[in-house]
């Protein structure tokens, strides 16, 4: 296996940016499917899905991230897993799994806290720089935004205030 | 301040100016003592100036005029005028020239002299002197002058040429002494070569009716000003008399081959005459035998000619040979011209009951064009459907490389057991990749096919229309018929290409079905291998599990992808059928 601090990814991009994730966070990759849209859910919710059976969240990583929109991309979703449950991350292309060493991993960026929080680290892949996100704390942290938990986190989210009571 | 010191200082200032020259510049008393040497002079002895001034100067320039009447200071001191000469210090050459210093009563109080090294100027001279030299030994006139015409150099040829030397011809104008008939016209090659700034040749007649050749070459200054010219002459009567001896001879064998001709004609007429005379009566023996003897007589001028025309036959053997080859090339050309000529008359006549044939086929012409239609309609509906298997195979490649990521990302989960697996995931996901292309350029090619089949279509419907304008014009139904052949045999090329992509794809995809096989063998063993993997049995087989799914799935997809393949193979040979 992989020398200690190697770390497999798999690759996506949004945008011109490459971007990676580590591969145990990730169940599966599907093409984008029929989304049902949720009311009063956070902007980068897209919705729920069916997959295979199971209802799963659906959210817009260009979004959340707080990107640029553009008319393309958007072809992917990358399913991470959380536990049992599963949460859908659409992004614009799936590349392949691969392996960075861990020497071509830079783990502190020393930018602002919560980016820290995010982000893994940024590795080399010959001339490109991958970011590597933390997908599984990005949701996290997103979850208290997310529909089913609504109603409780209703004092705690700045977002969720702007949803009127149902 | 008294009055020497004083003009000895002004006399200073003035030297001053001096210290730059590329000279020696001395200044001494009238006991040669030196008052002043400049950089220069004193770089030349080795020394600086402050340690020369008070020396004497003959023991420091040691020439050989040095104190002897020939000194140019002497000289100068003596007869208040400068004086010059060249002299020796040891190997150096030496221009030396020297001043008169006077104080303000007019009175020498000493001198300037002024030394230049010019050793390489000598012997540049010298050098200019062989050259000159050379010139001299020239077997040709050799004239140099300037603008006004004056002689400024004759070589000995040129002078001997004259009937004099070269030192008494300096000066005097070109054009007395050659008298050609370019002199002092615009026809002179000098006086062009000086417009032009170009050598100059021409062809003229010189004194004493000699032909010459000459040419004239501007001569400039170092500022690139026309100076003058340097011209020189090559005598070409003898070359001109062999020349108008050539042309007489070409002339009198232009005339007794036309003599020849003339005869040879005659004979010809009389040997018709003889022909007929010949079936004719006893009476005609007579005229006969007059026949027979200007017969002779003719033969008797062609014997003479004959004679003549062996006198020229060396001289014109050559000429003969060349003409020679040329009339055989033109009996070939001729023999092959006829040959065409020939072939367009019974094309011609063939053509002529063609139009008439070709009346009746227009009828034949607008059904063909008409069936040619369908046909392309035909073809049309069925590129179609390929474009519409390709745009499938490509997405199925989409689906597999999906399937792939899927797999590897199962693998990289499994961990050491999903190894061998990830490697074949990524060569799975290769071929599908590379089975995408090729179905891409498929569809390129279809692009292609189309654009020539609509093209087709156009020729098809002008053939006929060609057809039903038929009695106007037969031409245009051919030669619409012509591009119609043309664009099939586009179509066909683009078929071809066609063909080659989807074999391409479908060998792509036959390697995915054999992966697919190696899936199926790596999962087994992956399955055994978390069996033995007591710690994370239950992780392991999940993982396996969903690797065999995900193969299933690539194999059956793999398995749509074959028959799509097959079916584009079908449909590409049927309509190269239609065309074939």
Redesign the interface.
């Known amino acids: ?1 992989a020398a200690t601090g190697d770390l ?1 990814i ?1 690759n996506f991009t949004v945008g011109d940016v490459n971007y990676g994730v580590p ?2 966070q ?6 984008v499917q029929a989304v049902t849209p949720v009311p009063g859910a956070p902007s980068y919710i897209e919705g729920v899905t069916n997959l295979r059976g199971q209802i799963i969240t659906v959210m817009d990583l260009r979004k959340r991230l707080n990107l640029e929109e553009t008319e393309d991309g958007g072809e992917k979703i990358i399913v991470i897993e959380l536990g049992k449950a599963a949460v859908g991350v659409v992004v614009d292309t ?1 590349t ?2 691969s392996t960075i060493a861990g020497a071509d991993i830079e783990r502190h960026m020393q930018a602002t806290k919560r980016l820290d929080d995010y982000l893994v680290g940024v590795g080399k892949q010959g001339e490109n720089l991958i970011v590597i996100l933390d997908l599984a704390k990005i949701i996290s942290d997103a979850k208290e935004d997310l529909p089913e938990q609504r109603k409780t986190a209703a004092t705690k989210s700045p977002t969720a205030k702007k949803i009127p009571a149902t | 301040m008294s009055k020497t010191t004083q003009v000895d200082e002004t006399a200073h200032v003035y030297l001053q100016y001096l210290e730059g020259v590329q000279g020696a510049v001395v200044a001494i008393n009238k006991d040669f003592d030196v008052t002043y040497i400049n950089d220069f002079g004193a770089k030349m002895l080795k020394s600086t100036p402050d340690k020369l001034v008070g020396k004497k100067c003959y023991n420091l320039f040691k020439t050989n005029y040095c104190q002897t009447p020939k000194c140019v200071c002497a000289i100068a001191m003596k007869t208040k005028k400068q004086a010059i000469a060249q002299t020796k210090s040891e190997d150096i050459r030496i221009w030396n020239t020297g001043s008169p210093l006077f104080d303000k009563k007019g009175q020498v109080i000493g001198a300037i002299e002024y030394l230049v090294d010019i050793t390489s100027l000598k012997n540049e001279m010298k050098k200019t002197a062989q050259q000159a030299q050379y010139l001299e030994g020239v077997q040709t006139p050799v004239v140099a002058i300037n603008k006004d015409f004056d002689i400024i150099y004759i070589n000995k040829y040129g002078a001997s040429m004259v009937g004099s030397t070269s030192d008494k011809l300096v000066g005097k104008k070109c054009y007395d002494l050659f008298k050609t008939n370019d002199c002092q016209t615009s026809k002179c090659a000098c006086v062009m070569a000086m417009k032009s700034q170009k050598p100059v040749t021409a062809e003229t007649v010189a004194i004493g009716g000699m032909h010459v050749h000459y040419t004239g070459s501007p001569l400039f200054n170092k500022k690139g000003q026309v100076i003058g010219a340097v011209e020189y002459f090559t005598d070409i009567t003898n070359l001109k008399e062999a020349l108008n001896t050539t042309k007489q001879l070409v002339q009198y064998s232009a005339t007794v081959a036309d003599n020849i001709e003339g005869l040879s004609g005659e004979i010809l007429k009389t040997a018709e005459n003889i022909g007929i005379i010949g079936a004719q009566s006893a009476q005609a023996a007579e005229r006969l035998s007059n026949t027979m003897q200007q017969v002779m007589a003719a033969s008797q001028n062609v014997s003479d000619g004959a004679h003549n025309l062996s006198k020229l036959a060396q001289e014109t053997a050559k000429n003969v040979q060349v003409l020679m080859q040329k009339m055989s090339h033109v009996n070939t050309n001729t023999t092959e011209v006829n040959k065409i000529v020939e072939t367009s008359n019974k094309l011609a006549q063939d053509a002529s009951e063609s139009g008439k044939l070709a009346l009746k086929s227009l009828g034949a012409i607008k059904e063909a064009s008409s069936d040619v239609e369908t046909t392309i309609g035909e073809v049309n509906a069925s590129v179609k459907n390929v474009a519409g298997l390709a745009d499938d195979i490509s997405q199925i490649a989409g689906q597999i490389n999906m399937l792939a990521l899927n797999a590897a990302i199962e693998a990289a989960r499994a961990g050491e057991a999903g190894r061998g697996f990830a490697v074949v995931a990524d060569a799975v996901k290769q071929l599908a990749g590379q089975a995408g292309t090729a179905a891409k350029t498929s569809v390129e090619s279809i692009e292609g096919i189309t654009k020539a089949g609509e093209r087709a279509g156009v020729m098809s419907k002008s053939a006929d229309q060609a057809a039903r304008d038929g009695d106007v014009n037969v031409n245009e139904a051919v030669t619409g018929s012509q591009q119609l052949a043309e664009s099939m045999k586009e179509i066909l090329g683009v078929t071809k290409n066609l063909e080659t992509a989807v074999q391409e794809s479908v060998r792509y995809l036959e390697d995915v079905g054999s992966v697919i096989e190696q899936v199926a063998s790596f999962s087994e063993e992956s399955a055994s291998a978390s069996q033995e993997t007591a710690a994370s049995i239950e992780e392991q087989t999940a993982a396996t599990e969903e690797v065999a799914i995900a193969a299933a799935k690539v194999q059956e997809e793999v398995v749509n992808v074959i028959e799509l393949s097959k079916k584009i193979v079908t449909e590409v040979k049927n309509f190269r059928q239609l065309w074939q």
């Open positions: 296996m497999q798999v591969v145990e990730v169940r599966e990759v599907r093409d799936v392949e799994v």
